[in-house]
């Protein structure tokens, strides 16, 4: 070869020697950086990047967000590999609902030149495509153990009432309600309001994530109707009793279970009483708690609803002109 000829070298000029020195010495370099590196294999783990997914569409189901892809090349090239800067990328740009079976050919990772991809796992990407709707779901309570004895739940109340959820349509079809933790009633006597979690099943979690809301329990004590009978209409009028007709009426109310259940005598826990109506002295009758209860009496109907006063004054007149009459008469 010329370049090991001695005379070849000799007959070049300074400049042609000192540039073809350089020449050499570059290549020799270059040489043993590439041409010389170690070849070596590797798995890199490499994340899959799905673009322009439509924004009525979504990804319903849980898929490999890495790959494991198998290259050789050099050493350099291939430990960079590793750094992130290479992806499976997936354009879903055309996509409609449905599932897609997306191969992983040895040619959809872009590696630098000089290292090949010699296979990937898995084979095939699968992406279940579902339509994205919104849905309103209405919370449900759900209730244990017994509220204390004589007393009852009327109402549940639920803040917010209802949850709207977007998510793919297939997941959200399978709900009709929200329900939530049960709500321990032991012991309860009197309403109030608690913060209770939601019951949720993983999927709709991921949609929404761990949720509180607030449940107001209306509790009140069990009444019992019942009739009293005889109570005394009271009517007062400058600290004077008053005399009325009927003088009692019978008062039908919801008392307390428990008062009952205790034998607590009915009638101490009414007040009668009437207020002047018209001018004719018919009278409203009045019923009022005789005395302050934890659950009060209310009442239902008063039979007869008004009395007539009874004018003493009248009487008194009346009687006074029948004597007078009888004493003319004797004479």
């Keep these: 070869m010329k370049f090991l000829n001695y005379q070849y070298w000799l007959r070049l000029s300074p400049g042609d020697f000192l540039l073809r020195l350089i020449s050499l010495g570059l290549a020799i370099v270059l040489w043993s ?13 490499v994340p899959v990047e799905v673009i322009n997914l439509p924004r009525d569409l979504v990804i319903s189901n849980q898929f490999k967000k890495e790959i494991e892809v198998s290259v050789r090349g050099p050493r350099s090239l291939v430990l960079d590999m590793g750094k992130g800067d290479i992806v499976r990328q997936i354009d879903l740009a055309q996509a409609t609902p449905g599932t897609m079976v997306l191969e992983n050919s040895n040619d959809v990772i872009a590696v630098p030149r000089g290292v090949k991809v010699l296979g990937i796992q898995p084979k095939n990407v699968i992406l279940s495509l579902d339509k994205m709707i919104q849905k309103q779901f209405v919370i449900n309570p759900v209730t244990r153990g017994n509220l204390a004895p004589d007393y009852i739940l009327k109402n549940i109340r639920m803040e917010p009432s209802s949850i709207s959820i977007t998510g793919p349509q297939t997941v959200l079809s399978q709900y009709e309600v929200l329900r939530t933790n ?44 019942k009739t009293v009978l005889g109570l005394v209409v009271r ?64 009442v239902l109907k008063i039979d007869p609803m008004t009395v007539t006063l009874i004018d003493d004054s009248k009487k008194i007149l009346t009687i006074e002109t029948k004597e007078i009459k009888e004493i003319k008469e004797t004479r």
């Design 235 to 298: 009517v007062e009028k400058d600290g004077v009793l008053q005399r009325v007709t009927p003088a009692t009426v019978a008062v039908t109310a919801a008392f307390p279970k428990t008062l009952i259940r205790n034998g607590v005598d009915l009638k101490t826990l009414l007040d009668v009483s009437a207020e002047r109506k018209d001018e004719n002295g018919k009278m409203q009758v009045k019923v009022v708690a005789a005395k302050k209860t934890d659950d009060p009496v209310k």
């Design 182 to 225: 049960p709500i321990d009633l032991q012991g309860l006597r009197t309403s109030t309001e608690i913060q209770v979690p939601l019951e949720l099943d993983p999927v709709i979690i991921d949609l929404i994530g761990a949720t509180t809301i607030t449940a107001g329990l209306d509790i009140s004590v069990e009444t019992v109707q």
């Design 33 to 45: 950086f590439v041409g010389g590196e170690d070849i070596v294999n590797k798995n890199v783990m």
